[in-house]
């Protein structure tokens, strides 16, 4: 880019023979809208142009996020080291005083097209590796809660922790094995992940933490493991809206679906299990006990302990179902949630 057509027209030729495509512009505001129209591998600038000059093409190609990376190589017929100082501090590549020995331009030419090449595959390795860090972290998620995943990539091991009161839930699908029996093992697999799937929408939606699934069990927590002081009423929404989400969803064999869901409120503890496939988990009698709502619970019903009756009962409809004998625990009062009060 010159404003003297002679030089632009022998700088080109020089150019081309040595086996370079060259595009010509005779003034500043021409270079812009060539190289913000056209992609380039490197633009010779002349310092002195018409309009736009070149320090002040070089100024927007710099601020440009487009073109800020394009290496720029400035020409002027000027012993002017304020201007190439200036020049470099704006971030040209390099600096060819006129009038200028070829085979010198050349050898300039030929290293800085070679440093861009090098710049540009290191920001396809950058691309790749970024790109397999969020495929990890996808995976990571999938397997942990974020604040979990978060912990271990600060370097934190042996993750534990201790929660004064959370709610757990556990539901589980009736007379699974019946069906699974009945049907191929592809069609059951698809059966299961449609269900899961929408249990897993309807646990985002309302913050819970998906545990794990047992088999046709499904696991679920809120206020882990960042404690929550609604947990109770965003396991009990997530649990009435399961329950109507399953009740509509076609069974396997084309009967309607059945499930039970089980749910009390406790202290537990959490943390990570394993080292090649790390698992995050809870345990307490709290896990335990509401595994037993689940299992002691009546079809399509949705049975919570005492504790958890006490969290619900101003805002949402119950009924009392009375003492029950509890495998490992004894007699229990259980309750049966029904909806939300209004």
Not at 10 to 30: F, T
Not at 128 to 135: D, F, L, V
Not at 237 to 249: G, I, N, T, V
Request: proline share 4%.
């Amino acid at each position: 880019m010159d404003d003297d057509l002679d030089n632009r027209d022998m700088l080109a030729r020089r150019l081309q023979r040595a086996g370079y495509k060259v595009a010509l512009a005779e003034n500043g505001r021409q270079a812009l809208d060539l190289v913000r129209t056209t992609t380039f591998d490197l633009v010779l600038l002349d310092l002195i142009m018409p309009g736009l000059d070149g320090l002040q093409v070089l100024q927007q190609m710099k601020a440009d996020p487009a073109l800020r990376h394009l290496p720029v190589i400035m020409l002027s017929a000027l012993d002017d080291e304020q201007g190439i100082a200036r020049c470099i501090e704006l971030g040209a590549s390099d600096y060819v005083a006129k009038p200028f020995n070829p085979v010198f331009l050349r050898a300039r030419i030929s290293a800085e097209l070679e440093r861009k090449r090098l710049r540009d595959q290191e920001q396809i390795y950058l691309h790749q590796i970024q790109q397999e860090q969020e495929k990890s972290e996808r995976l990571l998620l999938n397997i942990l809660p974020k604040a979990i995943a978060d912990r271990l990539k600060q370097g934190e091991s042996g993750i534990v922790d201790s929660f004064a009161e959370v709610t757990v839930l556990f539901a589980d699908l009736i007379d699974f094995t019946a069906v699974a029996t009945r049907l191929p093992a592809a069609d059951v697999v698809r059966w299961l992940n449609g269900i899961f799937t929408a249990l897993d929408e309807l646990a985002r939606k309302r913050g819970l933490e998906k545990i794990k699934t047992i088999g046709d069990a499904y696991m679920a927590v809120a206020g882990v493991p960042v404690p929550r002081p609604d947990h109770t009423e965003a396991v009990a929404d997530f649990a009435l809206e399961a329950r109507d989400a399953l009740a509509a969803f076609d069974r396997a064999d084309d009967r309607t679906l059945r499930i039970r869901i089980g749910i009390h409120t406790g202290p537990v503890i959490a943390g990570i299990i394993g080292t090649n496939k790390f698992a995050y988990d809870l345990w307490g009698d709290t896990v335990n006990t509401a595994s037993r709502m689940e299992s002691h619970g009546q079809p399509d019903s949705i049975q919570v302990s005492a504790p958890t009756y006490e969290r619900l009962k101003d805002r949402y409809d119950l009924e009392k179902r009375g003492a029950i004998e509890v495998k490992g625990k004894g007699e229990m009062v259980t309750y049966l949630l029904k909806g939300k009060k209004g």
